[in-house]
């Protein structure tokens, strides 16, 4: 998300620097207001401001096992709010539920993301967890967090804006190859389609991103996977503040023990951890 957010100023800033013809001055003068994301995201990029995300994401996998056709299927809904640091996506702070075909649904979780940290609760992990502590910690290897890098990042969106044309006002759709769309011609075969919404003010309210990939030709592990993103955002300025829990409800996911580890985990904790 933090360099979607980055992406979207860059490639806003690129458009207007683009020369207007002497004809069309006066109507870009008048539209100029109404049409220059940069200076709307940047308006936005501050500390103490924020927006609401809903993201609706799937993974689907088919392939054959003993010459039957099976299929498994991973949903995800994240629903949340994301606070803005200078320029960037600061923390966020999110409700996650996730089902998958065949197992079906898993407890949801409350996670809060805050720099190279991951904060998760829900009311069947406090009960498992020591006395005292509510919220598992878990911190990313790298220096980025996957939680704070939601919807499209700046390559993508930069591709798209690029390979996309206005369907009507404020919406623009397009179509690429997977190599092409990743940037990269090893990618192998597939497919991906977007959409693009923006409001009057030109903010982003929704992209909507499917992929089918397809394998390599020697290879048997699968059919075809799809890939399927529907984020939207909302309350573009509100005031938000997002901090971490308390380091006395905290634990660090390091520290549980193989039993708290498993009973965690049951009550909806993500196996391999949620960054």
């Avoid at 702070?93 to 409350?110: A, F, I, Q, W």
């Avoid at 660090?252 to 909806?268: D, H, I, P």
Wanted: aromatic share 6%.
């Amino acid at each position: 998300m933090k360099l979607f957010f980055a992406g979207l100023v860059a490639t806003a800033a690129a458009v207007c620097a683009v020369p207007v013809p002497a004809q069309a001055a006066s109507v870009a003068s008048v539209q100029a207001a109404a049409v220059d994301p940069a200076k709307a995201l940047k308006a936005q990029l501050v500390p103490g401001k924020g927006v609401k995300i809903t993201e609706s994401s799937s993974i689907t996998l088919d392939f054959t096992a003993n010459d039957e056709s099976m299929q498994v299927q991973v949903n995800t809904r994240t629903v949340g709010t994301l606070a803005f640091g200078k320029g960037k996506v600061a923390a966020a702070d999110l409700g996650v539920r996730m089902s998958s075909r065949p197992e079906g649904p898993k407890p949801p979780y409350r996670v809060i993301a805050e720099g190279r940290n991951a904060y998760v609760t829900n009311a069947g992990i406090a009960k498992a967890l020591p006395s005292g502590r509510s919220w598992i910690q878990a911190k990313t290897s790298g220096n980025d967090n996957a939680l704070l890098d939601l919807g499209v990042t700046s390559t993508d969106l930069q591709f798209m804006l690029k390979n996309s044309s206005e369907v009507a006002t404020g919406e623009y759709q397009g179509t690429s190859t997977l190599a092409a769309f990743r940037h990269n011609k090893s990618a192998g075969e597939g497919n991906v389609e977007f959409h693009l919404y923006f409001d009057k003010s030109n903010l982003l309210t929704r992209a909507v991103v499917d992929t089918t990939a397809y394998p390599d030709d020697d290879s048997t592990a699968y059919d075809q996977m799809v890939f399927h993103t529907d984020t939207k955002y909302s309350g573009w300025g509100a005031k938000v503040k997002i901090a971490a829990p308390a380091a006395g409800k905290v634990i660090s996911e390091k520290k549980l023990n193989a039993k708290t580890r498993k009973a965690v985990v049951k009550a909806g904790y993500p196996e391999s951890g949620p960054l």
